[in-house]
């Protein structure tokens, strides 16, 4: 896994091959955050890692200059890989958070900028994913929330659906 650009720029980190978790590939991520320097100004902004997985986006967004990312990850294995690459990186804007990603966007307070979500593609209740964000007010004024998922999935007749991109079998629907 490796950061695409920023302070952190072609810092590499090696994933435990007994990972669960498939980070976004490189390719569609640096498509998708290609895409996103049209939407949102990651310098300074609060940007909220749903299902962090191996941290490669929260790293990412702390690497694109993001005042604050939050990560939420329920797997003790992934949490404590993506606290030692923060530990690495002597980054101390990540607040990273072990456990589960619907019970933290019922109880959340904070509004972020940038909001990504990777959730597992076979999750039974993926599609509430979007409506929990909005109905919890979880997305700033001018925000704008990526969620990844499987071809499967469409999300086009959302209230708050932007767009759709696709990079290989990696499917991003973008909300406004």
Request: net charge negative; charged share 25%; aromatic share 14%.
């Amino acid at each position: 896994m490796r950061v695409i650009t920023g302070k952190y720029k072609g810092r590499h980190f090696d994933v435990p091959r007994s990972f669960k978790a498939r980070p976004t590939t490189d390719f569609a991520k640096e498509n998708i955050f290609n895409v996103m320097n049209g939407y949102v100004d990651f310098e300074d902004c609060t940007a909220l890692d749903l299902f962090a997985g191996t941290g490669s986006i929260s790293l990412e967004l702390l690497s694109r200059g993001c005042a604050t990312v939050v990560s939420v990850e329920a797997d003790r294995d992934h949490a404590n890989f993506i606290r030692q690459c923060l530990k690495k990186l002597e980054d101390e804007n990540c607040a990273l958070i072990r456990g589960d990603v619907f019970r933290f966007l019922k109880s959340c307070k904070q509004k972020f900028n940038f909001i990504f979500a990777d959730p597992p593609y076979a999750l039974p209740n993926l599609a509430t994913i979007p409506d929990l964000i909005f109905e919890h007010e979880l997305l700033a004024e001018d925000g704008v929330f990526v969620f990844e998922h499987g071809k499967q999935n469409d999300f086009s007749t959302h209230p708050h659906f932007v767009e759709h991109r696709a990079y290989g079998s990696v499917n991003f629907s973008i909300f406004k």
